[in-house]
């Protein structure tokens, strides 16, 4: 897969975890729902910063992004929620589940601009890794 191709997958996948973590946010109960509550909204507001810039770079590039949520849908390798009540600890279980995929797939693209002495591009999703890194490890410290 080429770069703006897994850049394409990535912003698909930034989109549908932004209707996930509002999911998470409306539908979560517990004794952290307070908690959870509030951070789910932090990470959603991130998520829809991560989805423009990342749409942004993409059209710098002189592609096109994905704009819409079929063809997002089409793409994407997060899964949605249904729309339903979950407990505080599937709540971050999911959560934790998506973050090690950023991390992941942060890497790879990384890597792929890397390849490409795209250093803007490297540079951009390196602070996004830096971003999911620390979430997954105050995560596991959440969940110990």
Same mark, same amino acid.
């Given at each position: 897969?080429?770069l703006t191709e897994k850049m394409n997958v990535y912003l698909a996948n930034q989109?549908?975890?932004?209707?996930?973590?509002?999911?998470?946010?409306?539908? /979560?109960?517990?004794?952290?729902?307070?908690?959870?509550?509030?951070?789910?909204?932090?990470?959603?507001?991130?998520?829809?910063?991560?989805?423009?810039?990342?749409?942004?770079?993409?059209?710098?590039?002189?592609?096109?992004?994905?704009?819409?949520?079929?063809?997002?849908?089409?793409?994407?390798?997060?899964?949605?929620?249904?729309?339903?009540?979950?407990?505080?600890?599937?709540?971050?279980?999911?959560?934790?589940?998506?973050?090690?995929?950023? /991390?992941?797939?942060?890497?790879?693209?990384?890597?792929?601009?890397?390849?490409?002495?795209?250093? /803007?591009?490297?540079?951009?999703?390196?602070?996004?890794?830096?971003?999911?890194?620390?979430?997954?490890?105050?995560?596991?410290?959440?969940?110990?």
């Open positions: 897969m080429s989109q549908i975890s932004f209707i996930k973590l509002h999911n998470l946010h409306w539908y /979560v109960q517990g004794s952290a729902f307070f908690t959870l509550h509030a951070k789910f909204e932090e990470l959603y507001d991130h998520t829809a910063d991560v989805i423009d810039d990342v749409a942004e770079r993409l059209l710098a590039m002189g592609q096109s992004p994905i704009a819409n949520l079929k063809q997002a849908l089409s793409v994407a390798t997060i899964k949605e929620l249904e729309s339903v009540a979950i407990s505080s600890d599937a709540a971050i279980k999911h959560l934790t589940t998506d973050v090690e995929y950023w /991390v992941k797939d942060t890497k790879e693209i990384i890597s792929l601009a890397e390849e490409q002495n795209d250093v /803007v591009t490297a540079d951009l999703f390196t602070g996004y890794l830096n971003h999911y890194e620390k979430l997954a490890w105050m995560l596991k410290a959440y969940q110990a």
